[in-house]
């Protein structure tokens, strides 16, 4: 596991700096659509999230020292909320698209958590003026079927997969229990346990469109 990991967030609060602790005023009604299992957003919902979140990505401050991704790599939907992850060789984003606002983020691709059959990327802790959300995202063996996260408040979510990755997110700050990889027949054959979250540094933030 590396030394250190970096992450950078946009947060959209209305006019103030915020950090991690101080949160924004919270409409949770926002993530009341939101469901444990995912959905595989329509041509136009995906392609929307997508250009929202490269234009969200662009305008990170020193979006430069990580370098700006450019594959999309997953589009998910849960609710009214698309998530969408780019990456490249060595750096990752993430945006969770939400009714009122964009919460996105860069990184390195350095794991923050390593087993045989998965890894964890990032567990990043995200808050915006429609409340605070945790997302996880990784990369998987390709014998891998399904990724499923148990969170430390008690939800149970299953992750998107594409290709060799993975990521899921829930509307809470809650950190990860467990992350489990499982197999076509059902079977869980690795989970890694006490996952560490991945602060943000958090820069100016970012009004979006409401």
Not at 116 to 143: K, M, W, Y
Not at 163 to 172: C, H, I, K, L, N
Not at 183 to 206: F, H, K, L, W
Request: net charge negative; glycine share 8%.
């Amino acid at each position: 596991m590396p030394d250190t990991f970096k992450n950078v967030a946009v947060i959209s609060c209305a006019a103030a700096l915020l950090s991690a602790a101080a949160g924004c005023n919270s409409d949770q009604s926002t993530f009341a659509s939101w469901t444990a299992e995912p959905a595989q957003p329509d041509g136009a919902i995906a392609s929307a999230a997508e250009t929202e979140c490269t234009e969200r990505l662009a305008q990170i401050p020193r979006a430069d020292e990580y370098g700006i991704p450019t594959e999309r790599v997953i589009v998910e939907q849960r609710g009214e909320a698309t998530a969408v992850v780019f990456a490249d060789d060595n750096s990752y984003g993430y945006c969770v698209n939400l009714p009122k606002e964009t919460l996105a983020g860069i990184g390195d691709l350095s794991p923050v958590a390593r087993g045989e059959q998965l890894d964890v990327v990032a567990v990043p802790q995200i808050n915006g003026r429609s409340g605070h959300a945790r997302l996880l995202a990784g990369r998987t063996h390709p014998d891998v079927a399904d990724v499923r996260v148990e969170t430390t408040d008690g939800r149970g979510v299953t992750a998107s997969r594409s290709g060799e990755w993975f990521v899921a997110w829930w509307p809470s700050n809650a950190d990860v229990r467990t992350v489990s990889a499982v197999s076509d027949t059902g079977r869980t054959v690795e989970t890694i346990e006490d996952i560490p979250g991945t602060g943000a540094d958090m820069p100016a933030p970012i009004q979006s469109p409401g």
